[in-house]
């Protein structure tokens, strides 16, 4: 299996070659040449398999450059029950016949990000490792995706992190989650500023080739190929668990940003997993539901993003869209590129009308969006009907859920993160705070560990060099 751009303009590539990278050097993403069928032979193996030897034989599709022996231990070490809290590591909870919640979100960080960044933890000592090199992770994070990172290679050898935060503007529990790491190659910078300008500075120090080559600058963030592909397994897990037969239709409902988790589900279903209706649910930056309604994408600018209470799905652009565009428009790298550079020049593009529209309806999505009062709303219904309390990302997947099930067709809401993390809404909505997890407990009571700097490249980088030159 190899790698090649959305944008044309990169060789095939195995699939070690393209972990440790961002983006392609075209400035496209990378996607495999082709998907892997899974027929209806291979579906009825996988049925009976437990999580493990299921992610293993779905990663080795995707991945043939880890000797078998390797993959099985690197997928054994990451998907345990100790990490993910029972040896389902996914389970599926039924509110009532046909509708069904995956919970995502019982690993270290109480969010679904850990199922793919727990994996790319150990593929990146792994590969470290083998080719004798260290990484030093930079990244910007305005909650969930810097602590999953960081919980994702704390203690790993051969890598650091650096993790920009906006200090003082994290929610309690997030912060104590991060600042409360002790391990060695683990460093939090908090930035006196916004999220925003955490991002413009790791961009410019990766805009800085020297500095990035000299000093070996990585990232995790949400476009790395390997955790899209970890995210596939728990679509095929989620099938089996709520179907009996491989003849059965599923449908899946998901909370979106960057169009990561749903674009695995994409993925699922092109490799011939039965999934009837691909659900995408956004909060009030609506970007794909616009894109879904009417054919026209796009983007907004900083000042149009909207701060919500589903924070982790406030986005401006879906990062990993460009994939399943990619697939729309016939694998057509050429035809990606002049729809990118039409964004370029006038800011949006628009498929109506198109028959690459049509190839949209085929592709089984449908969307819907989901405010604030729907959140509390929804977050209430859903606690007072099945007794069981979602946090604010979920309720919106759940919301839209409800307004596209098919009678006769089970519906799977994704839990993307557990109502803990979010204790000031889950008040508004209920007027008490959500349970923690025992092991949680006293996060806010436990020793921190960061550093404040202010919002200035320079100084960043300073930071960097002494931390990483001592060795
Ligand atoms: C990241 C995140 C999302 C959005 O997932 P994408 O893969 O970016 O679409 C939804 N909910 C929670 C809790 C998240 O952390």
Known sequence: MRYVSTRGGMAPLPFCDILLEGLAPDGGLTVPESYPPVDRATLA????????????????RFIDDIPAGDLRGIVERTYTARAFGSEAITPLRTFEPGLHLLQLSNGPTLAFKDVAMQLLGNLFEYELGRRGETLNILGATSGDTGSAAEYAVRGKRGVRIFMLSPYGKMSAFQTAQMYSLADANVFNLAVRGVFDECQDIVKEVSADLDFKARYRIGTVNSINWARLVAQVVYYFRGYFAATRSNEE????????????????????RSMGLPIRRLVLATNENDVLDEFFRTGVYRPRSGAEVHQTSSPSMDISRASNFERYVYDVVGRDAGRVRELWRRMGAEGQFDLAGTPEFDRVRASGFVSGS???ADRLRTIREVYERYGY????????????????????VPMVCLETALAAKFED??????????????????????????EVLDADTAAVKRFIAEHVQGG
Not at 45 to 60: C, D, I, K, P
Not at 252 to 257: C, N
Not at 434 to 444: K, M, N
């Open 425 to 450: 809404t889950i008040r508004e909505a209920l007027g008490r705070a959500p349970e923690r997890p025992p092991a949680y407990a006293d996060l806010e009571s436990r020793p921190r560990r960061f």
């Open 249 to 268: 239709q599923v449908s899946f409902a998901v909370p979106s940003g960057n169009f990561g988790n749903i674009c695995a589900g994409h993925v699922a």
């Open 45 to 60: 193996t996988w049925r009976g398999l437990g999580y493990r030897e299921l992610a293993f034989e779905v990663l080795s």
């Open 370 to 372: 989901s405010a604030h």
């Open 389 to 408: 309390l979602v946090d604010t990302h979920t309720a919106d997947g759940i919301k839209v859920a409800l307004e596209h099930r098919e009678p006769g």
